[in-house]
């Protein structure tokens, strides 16, 4: 397998901000909050702001690893009639707008119920990139991994600080676009300081893989990005961002993209070795 088919839509481009000698900035919202458009205005604000990477969330009745941000503005779409199918027109109308790879940050059952290589194949189809699957681990996923080598998919897994060397090679194997490194043991949610356990647990990843390795739960300002591009190969925030798209909307969103992009600037790093 090349270098570019591993890397997949946001695997480059998070390797092209890391040769240009920074992390990239990966974003988080989800769709139908706190409307349809309104979320598709963030989205474009986050673009507009300088994210590499969009991470769409598709809104689901128990998202078990999200905290109460936006576990909150997942029942604001929920109950706005946003479904799988309005998730994909959000994705189309973004890959319309800019060539920023669009993954889907989604919960399994509401892909296994939509059928998955369909899923796969209209997801494709408008443009996505790929998904980021939390609840889905690599030796339960035979059938998300052979639908999205069919359709050119990225397949993002997570790993965590109670990873065993041994699960963190077997899940960064499965990875094509990049590892994401859940960096603090519990839900989602904007912190006062990043985990300390973040930076060992990405050394112990990149012991493991050549794939760009992402951080995220727990960042929420520029200054916090800064600290955890000195060792990641991209930031990915969420919370933070959902709270700037309920309180200022799409002019809070690209305010706070703009401070996270900063951030990621501030200290020059090497290109990534590969």
């Known amino acids: 397998m090349s270098e570019l088919v591993a890397l997949g839509k ?32 963030g989205l474009k604000a986050l673009v507009d702001g300088g994210a590499d990477v969009i991470e769409l969330g598709l809104p689901y009745s128990d998202p078990v690893m999200d905290g109460v941000t936006i576990q909150r503005a997942t029942e ?3 109950a706005g009639g946003v479904r799988t199918r309005d998730v994909l027109s959000t994705v189309e109308k973004l890959a319309a707008y800019s060539d920023v790879p669009v993954l889907v940050m989604t919960y399994w059952n509401p892909i296994e119920r939509y059928g998955v290589d ?3 194949a209209d997801f494709a189809g408008v443009g996505g990139a790929g998904l980021i699957t939390p609840d889905l681990i690599p030796d339960e ?4 991994i052979a639908a999205a080598d ?12 109670s990873s065993t060397d041994a699960r963190i090679a077997m899940t960064t194997a499965a990875c094509r676009g990049f590892v994401y490194a859940t960096a603090v043991m ?15 647990l990405v050394a112990r ?8 390795v992402g951080v995220g739960l727990g960042i929420s300002n520029g200054d916090q990005a800064a600290g955890v591009a000195a060792f990641a190969d991209a930031v990915i925030v969420g919370a933070a961002l959902v709270r700037a798209l309920g309180d ?6 690209r305010a706070l993209t703009e401070d996270l992009a900063e951030g990621v600037r501030r200290e020059p790093r090497a290109p990534a070795e590969r």
């Open 248 to 253: 200022g909307g799409a002019t809070g969103v």
């Open 76 to 78: 604001v779409a929920l």
């Open 205 to 212: 990843v990149k012991a493991a893989t050549e794939l760009p």
């Open 118 to 120: 369909r899923f796969a």
């Open 150 to 161: 069919k359709h050119e998919l990225d397949k993002v897994f997570l790993v965590s600080p």
């Open 186 to 200: 519990g839900v989602t949610g904007a912190r006062d300081k990043p985990s300390e356990l973040a930076a060992p």
């Open 141 to 144: 996923g035979a059938e998300w």
């Open 10 to 41: 946001a695997g480059t481009a998070i390797r092209t901000a890391n040769d240009a000698g920074r992390a990239a900035v990966v974003g988080y919202l989800p769709a139908g909050f706190p409307t349809y458009d309104g979320a598709l205005d």
